[in-house]
T-cell receptor, first 117, second 114 residues
């Protein structure tokens, strides 16, 4: 069964700083690694995702860096703002092969990010 | 589009009672997922459907849990009988039929079993 380990569990960053959240996975038969953002009282929503034919993907202030050999990927939030305060989840497909297995995502435990003004 | 709709948003019930959670996926989406979120266990996949057919229910914790999808626009998750350890936020999500497509989550149902 796929394990996705996310760190840190919580993170406090000053406004304008860089927030970094890390994720490690065991094995995956499919290459698709998303990050989801969840605000209190809401469902998770896709923030950014990467298919590792590239090692990095950037969308505005958010960047995913991917290291396939190390089976790790990370989320960087540049110029962090109070509005970025939320819980962030990484996810990875399961390790089992088969097209049906590819439809699932295994989520990390989440990182509660607080940006101090 | 209204997004994924879940009802009720909050449910408080007593141990032993039957609980039914409801979900309306986004129109045109082929996959529907039920998740449970707790502080201890994070976000767990319970079951998912493809074209209204249950594909993988390996995450359903016990026989007390059951899920149905009678048509493309409606799904239910039932707990009978409910127990205090079932207290959690239950999310429904849907997506189109393509590997790697975004899952769209509903607002969740916060269930409290006393």
């Amino acid at each position: 069964q796929q394990q996705v380990k996310q760190s840190p569990q919580s993170l406090i960053v000053q406004k304008g700083g860089i927030s970094i959240i890390n994720c490690a996975y065991e094995n995956t038969a499919f290459d698709y690694f998303p990050w989801y953002q969840q605000f209190p009282g809401k469902g998770p929503a896709l923030l950014i995702a990467i298919r590792p034919d590239v090692s990095e993907k950037k969308e505005g202030r958010f960047t995913i860096s991917f290291n396939k050999s190390a089976k790790q990927f990370s989320l960087h939030i540049m110029d962090s703002q109070p509005g970025d305060s939320a819980t962030y989840f990484c996810a990875a497909p399961p390790s089992s092969k088969g097209i049906q297995g590819a439809q699932k995502l295994v989520f990390g435990q989440g990182t509660r990010l607080t940006i101090n003004p | 589009d209204a997004g994924v709709i879940q009802s009720p948003r909050h449910e408080v019930t007593e141990m032993g009672q039957e609980v039914t959670l409801r979900c309306k996926p986004i129109s045109g989406h082929d996959y529907l997922f039920w998740y449970r979120q707790t502080m201890m266990r994070g976000l767990e996949l319970l079951i998912y459907f493809n074209n209204n057919v249950p594909i993988d229910d390996s995450g359903m914790p016990e026989d007390r849990f059951s899920a149905k999808m009678p048509n493309a626009s409606f799904s239910t998750l039932k707990i009978q009988p409910s127990e205090p350890r079932d207290s959690a936020v239950y999310f429904c999500a849907s997506r189109k039929n393509r590997v790697g497509n975004e899952q769209f989550f509903g607002p969740g149902t916060r269930l409290t079993v006393l």
